[in-house]
């Protein structure tokens, strides 16, 4: 390749060089007469720049989120370039209003798109995984594990599992929609959750329970534990904490009638 007289290596990189130089003063030449006061100079460099912003809004393009939104979000961060940029540091516009743009959209996936917003720190490592799962499945030609996309993130596999359980809170979905997308019944979500009332008295009782152990020693409440929550049969019990099977039922019984007495349940003769 032969040199120019400039050194600029060939005449199309030179005749870009001038391009950028040119827009970079004209930019200047807008911006200060903006700030004078000439809102139509102001206007006129919006308006140039307003290509660029909305080819950024389509770098962030999500399927749920309206292009409409994310355009209207990168403009706002275009303003915001033009208010701050300061020309006599000698940044391209360019080069100062993409990440300003950038991390106004950004900000807008982070604090308005979350149906239930989980930690900052979660939202912000959710945005990264989907770029990360991108480039490995592209790079290893199947779906990365997760502790393929930790190590590429220099995460814990911990937080990236969390992060991902996280992202099931960014959409809302209708309790009247399909329970199963493959269910040729259409069965509602609702016909399948938990019901609130059984679960309502089940705390409740747990409460109760609670209550009605304060009256047992240590030792018995750890019995009656290992007995209703472990499930473990007397003499297994009597293995653990060192006594007769005999004992161990002595202890459950008085325990149990106790309770049903202070719960004012008549004894069923247990």
Not at 4 to 32: I, K, V
């Amino acid at each position: 390749m032969r040199a120019t007289a400039d050194g600029s290596g060939s005449p199309t990189s030179g005749a870009l060089r001038e391009g950028a130089e040119r827009s970079h003063r004209e930019n200047q030449l807008l911006l200060r007469r903006a700030r004078r006061g000439d809102h139509r100079a102001r206007q006129r460099l919006v308006e140039k720049y307003l290509p660029l912003a909305d080819n950024v809004a389509r770098r962030y393009r999500r399927s749920s989120e309206p292009l409409d939104d994310l355009v209207q979000v990168a403009r706002l961060g275009l303003v915001k370039a033009i208010a701050r940029w300061d020309p006599d540091r000698g940044t391209l516009f360019t080069t100062y209003a993409v990440p300003t743009m950038t991390g106004e959209l950004r900000r807008y996936f982070r604090d308005s798109t979350w149906a239930v917003r989980p930690p900052r720190a979660l939202q912000e490592l959710c945005l990264k995984i989907g770029p990360a799962r991108e480039a490995l499945a592209q790079e290893l030609g199947r779906e990365p594990t997760a502790q393929e996309v930790a190590s590429r993130l220099g995460r814990d596999v911990e937080q990236v599992l969390e992060a991902m359980a996280a992202a099931n809170a960014y959409w809302a979905l209708s309790l009247d929609g399909p329970a199963r997308s493959d269910d040729p019944e259409r069965i509602p979500r609702r016909d399948v959750l938990v019901d609130p009332g059984r679960e309502l008295g089940r705390c409740e009782d747990a409460v109760a329970l609670e209550q009605l152990s304060g009256m047992l020693s240590g030792s018995e409440r750890e019995i009656l534990r290992l007995r209703v929550r472990d499930d473990l049969l007397q003499r297994e019990i009597a293995a653990r904490v060192g006594c007769s099977q005999m004992h161990v039922s002595r202890v459950l019984r008085d325990a149990v009638r106790r309770m049903r007495t202070g719960a004012g349940v008549r004894d069923a003769g247990l």
